[in-house]
């Protein structure tokens, strides 16, 4: 049976995350940012977007369906909700998924979460530029990515844009391009290297 959330409600100011990715699989990584980021933002809520496909790898993930079934197996929270809104908009890139979010909900305030790992390639996403612009950022701690990721392309072009971890809290209601990198307890686990080893067993 397919389980989406398809699209999650929203309350006029409410203080959302976005953590999108292909989630093959999904892992304690991605509920410690998830939990995290309820914290550290002050978010009423987040959304795991699980999206069709990683436009930068050349390989397909696992189907859709087991993805969105793993996702609901391990992140049970009254807060998060699971989607596949992208698969139902047909947006490709995280720019166009952004645009389309804050066209659909203007009253809410989002807040895009991401590992550090993401922020050291994020020079290489369709139309990077403009997304930062677009939205806020919450770039989260990843073992050996932190440095990389303080001196990324778009770390450096957008430093001045850059927000102390102690005002965190208020990133929600910050205009882009606006950013923080969060530090927290390392989880070493990752989609690749449970790939690697043949452990995605949903």
């Known amino acids: 049976m397919r389980l989406n959330c398809e699209f999650p409600a929203v309350v006029p100011g409410h203080r959302i995350g976005i953590l999108g990715g292909s989630f093959d699989p999904p892992h304690s990584g991605h509920v410690l940012v998830t939990l995290s980021a309820l914290k550290c933002f002050g ?63 203007p009253k809410a305030n989002f807040v895009w979460l991401m590992g550090a790992d993401n922020m050291s390639q994020l020079h290489k996403w369709k139309n990077w530029d403009s997304f ?35 005002l965190s809290r208020t990133l929600p209601e910050r205009e882009p391009p606006a950013w923080t990198l969060v530090n927290l307890p390392m989880d070493r686990t990752s989609s690749t290297k449970i790939r690697r080893e043949g452990r995605w067993n949903f």
């Open 132 to 166: 930062v612009r677009s939205v806020p950022m919450g770039v989260f701690a990843r073992p050996k990515q932190n440095m990389p990721a303080r001196f990324s392309v778009a770390a450096v072009r957008f430093m001045r844009f850059r927000l102390p971890q102690e």
């Open 43 to 105: 978010l009423d809520r987040v959304w795991w977007l699980v999206s069709p496909g990683n436009p930068l790898k050349a390989k397909r993930p696992i189907t859709i369906e087991k993805r969105m079934d793993a996702a609901f197996r391990i992140m049970r929270h009254p807060k998060v909700d699971i989607s596949n809104f992208e698969e139902l908009v047909g947006t490709r890139y995280s720019y166009q998924a952004v645009a389309y979010i804050k066209n659909r909900y």
